[in-house]
C-alpha cells in the first residue's frame, strides 16, 4: 500500500530559530499534499494544501511567511517553521493525496524551548 | 459546506463488548466518507472508505460502518472491543466529490477500552 514517510518524528528547537519537516511518499507520486496541525486532544486542523511545482495555498489564518511550504516534486513537500517560538510547538501532520487516495504521515512533534 | 458531527467526545466500553462511535455528516453532493483512527503520538490510519458504493462498508481490525442517507449518518461500529482499540477516531469527509479536495474532520471521539 501507500507510504508517506515524515521526518523528523520528534525535533526540540530553540525560540528564534527555523525547522524544516519532510514529507515524502515512497511509492507514489502525490500531485496534491495536506500539512495539518494538530493541539493536544484537538482534531486536525488544515495549515495549507500544496501542489506539485506551484505555491501553496493556505487555510485563514495561518501565516504563510511563518509556515513556508514547498512542493518541489510529486514525492516531497517540506513544512518549514521560521523564528519558532513556544506557541509554535505542536503535532504536525502531513497527507499525501495519489492514486490510493489519502495517505497520513506519522507526524512531527515540535518543542520550541 | 460539507461537515461532520462526532456526537460523543468519549466512549468507554469494556473488553469484548461492542463498540459504537457515532458521526453525523452534512452535505450538498454525495460524500465520500472516511474513519481514520490515531493513537497516541501517531499519524493516522484508514479504518474504511464510503465512496457511494456498497452503503455497509467494511474496514480493518473488525470495524465496519453504515451510510445512512436518510439519517445522514456514517457510524463505526465492532463487535468485539480489543485493549488495542482504544484510541483516538476520527470521522472525516472530503470536501469535493471524489477523492481530491480538503477532507474535513470532525473532532474526534477517544475509545477507552476498560479489561
Known amino acids: 500500500g501507500a507510504v508517506v514517510s515524515q521526518h523528523p518524528s520528534r525535533v526540540i528547537c530553540k525560540s528564534g530559530t527555523s525547522v524544516k519537516i519532510e514529507c515524502r511518499s515512497l511509492d507514489f507520486q502525490a500531485t496534491t499534499m495536506f500539512w495539518y496541525r494538530q493541539f493536544p486532544k484537538k482534531s486536525l486542523m488544515l495549515m495549507a494544501t500544496s501542489n506539485e511545482g506551484s505555491k501553496a495555498t493556505y487555510e485563514q489564518g495561518v501565516e504563510k511567511d511563518k509556515f513556508l511550504i514547498n512542493h518541489a516534486s510529486l514525492t516531497l513537500s517540506t513544512l518549514t517553521v521560521t523564528s519558532a517560538h513556544p506557541e509554535d510547538s505542536s503535532f504536525y501532520i502531513c497527507?499525501?493525496?495519489?492514486?490510493?487516495?489519502?495517505?497520513f504521515g506519522s507526524g512531527t512533534r515540535l518543542t520550541v524551548v | 459546506a460539507q461537515s461532520v458531527t462526532q456526537l460523543d467526545s468519549h466512549v468507554s466500553v469494556s473488553e469484548g463488548t461492542p463498540v459504537l462511535l457515532r458521526c453525523n455528516y452534512s452535505?450538498?453532493?454525495?460524500?465520500?466518507l472516511f474513519w481514520y483512527v490515531q493513537h497516541p503520538n501517531k499519524g493516522l490510519q484508514l479504518l474504511l472508505k464510503?465512496?457511494?458504493?456498497?452503503?455497509l462498508v467494511k474496514g480493518i481490525n473488525g470495524f465496519e460502518a453504515e451510510f445512512k442517507k436518510s439519517e445522514t449518518s456514517f457510524h463505526l461500529t465492532k463487535p468485539s472491543a480489543h485493549m488495542s482499540d482504544a484510541a483516538e477516531y476520527f470521522c472525516?469527509?472530503?470536501?469535493?466529490?471524489?477523492?481530491?479536495?480538503?477532507?474535513?474532520f470532525g473532532q474526534g471521539t477517544t475509545l477507552q477500552v476498560k479489561p
Open positions: 464510503y465512496t457511494s458504493a456498497a452503503t
Open positions: 472525516v469527509v472530503s470536501e469535493t466529490p471524489g477523492n481530491t479536495g480538503k477532507l474535513i
Open positions: 452535505s450538498s453532493y454525495s460524500p465520500s
Open positions: 497527507s499525501a493525496n495519489g492514486n490510493y487516495g489519502y495517505t
